[in-house]
């Protein structure tokens, strides 16, 4: 299991440190969420700020674009050294060219599907994406209560990708926690996305290694 925490559940006055938690916990990726005020009715950060995270960290930057026309900002936040980054569905005029456009600037694509948006759209791009992020809270905001049916769009998804025999990653954004991320990971989540649960910690550097102990636990 790979953990993203997301930083704009941090303290935003301070993201050089939100940073450095991620890396005393253990994070494996850096999530940061990008909102328009239109895609998504909130507003965050742009490339500037995400290329200024990046030369502050070994840690991959991994970029979530709830934008309303992503194809504008690509090159802005690959050039600013973004290493995975991630489109959605809903918006992508022409998904396979910009899933093309970012890995050949050597960054992993990802494919983000709304949680009303069912796993079959994807069909016929899958083999052309590095990973599908699937969203368990409507886009927008941390701190959302976590939206259970779409555990199953992870188990049917995990199903096409291993009867197809593709490396395509499974990743899960929004309301994910202690209470939750086992049975998240068991559905074949491989990249656990974490906000409040991480954030909203006294200690969040050790609540990242909390999830991860909790998503390789069995409970009884
Ligand atoms: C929501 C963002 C998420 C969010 C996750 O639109 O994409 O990444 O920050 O925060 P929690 O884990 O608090 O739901
Ligand atoms: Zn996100």
């Known amino acids: 299991m790979l953990l993203a925490p997301s930083i704009l559940a ?15 916990g253990g994070a494996d990726l850096v999530h940061f969420d990008v909102m328009d005020g239109c895609f998504v009715p909130n507003l965050t950060f742009g490339a500037p700020v995400a ?18 026309e992503p194809d504008r900002l690509l090159d802005d936040f690959l050039a600013a050294g973004a290493r995975w980054v991630s489109i ?18 050597g ?17 016929d791009i899958l083999p052309e994406a590095d990973f599908v992020l699937l969203m368990s809270v409507n ?3 941390a701190g959302q209560p976590f939206l259970p049916y779409v555990v199953d769009k992870a ?12 490396a395509v990653q499974i990743a899960m954004d929004g309301g994910i926690g202690l209470d939750n991320i086992r049975r ?5 989540v491989e990249v656990c996305i974490a906000g409040s649960a991480v954030f909203g910690a006294a200690d969040p550097a050790e609540r990242m290694r909390e999830l991860r102990r909790r998503a390789e636990t069995e409970v009884a």
């Not at 998240?184 to 074949?188: P, T």
């Open 10 to 24: 941090a303290d935003l006055a301070d993201l050089k440190s939100a940073v450095d938690l991620c890396e005393r």
């Open 88 to 105: 959605h569905w809903e918006v992508a005029t022409h998904l396979d060219r910009s899933l093309h456009r970012i890995r050949e600037a």
């Open 107 to 123: 960054a992993r694509a990802g494919v983000v599907l709304n949680p009303a948006t069912p796993v079959e759209v994807l069909t």
């Open 51 to 68: 290329r200024a995270l990046a030369g502050h960290t070994d840690l991959p930057l991994d970029v979530h674009l709830m934008v309303a």
């Open 139 to 141: 886009p927008g905001f």
């Open 155 to 166: 188990r049917r998804l995990r199903g096409e990708i291993e009867r197809r025999g593709l």
């Open 184 to 188: 998240v990971v068991k559905a074949g």
